[in-house]
Nanobody
Framework: QAQLVESGGGLVQAGGSLRLSCAASERTFPYFVMAWFRQPPGKEREFVAAVNGNGAGTYYTDSVKGRFTIFRDNAKNTVYLQMSSLKPEDTAVYYC????????????????WGQGTQVTVSS
């Protein structure tokens, strides 16, 4: 399992932007599928976006398509989530997750998790 550390969360007004980062300690990072999940207050953890090992394949939940971009820098062992046009309903704790193998979008399929970073979008 990789150790993952997220950063970049904070408070932003609706319509604003934030970039989340997730640094991995795993030297085999390029072989990991990386994903972002989020957990809104009082709700279940939900899939946001995923990227395959070489960065060529990206996947998004419908509610963030066109607003969020996931990308990775394998030289830095880091995956990012660029969030734009933020809405109050994007408020959540955002988690970085990793797994080996094929891309999955269910949190039970991921074995490595970060501690989470809070994103709050004010209206």
């Amino acid at each position: 399992q990789a150790q993952l550390v997220e950063s970049g969360g904070g408070l932003v007004q609706a319509g604003g932007s934030l970039r989340l980062s997730c640094a991995a300690s795993e030297r085999t990072f390029p072989y990991f599928v990386m994903a972002w999940f989020r957990q809104p207050p009082g709700k279940e953890r939900e899939f946001v976006a995923a990227v395959n090992g070489n960065g060529a394949g990206t996947y998004y939940t419908d509610s963030v398509k066109g607003r969020f971009t996931i990308f990775r820098d394998n030289a830095k062992n880091t995956v990012y989530l660029q969030m734009s046009s933020l809405k109050p309903e994007d408020t959540a704790v955002y988690y970085c997750a990793g797994r080996t193998g094929v891309v999955r979008t269910t949190y039970a399929d991921f074995s490595s998790w970060g501690q989470g970073t809070q994103v709050t979008v004010s209206s």
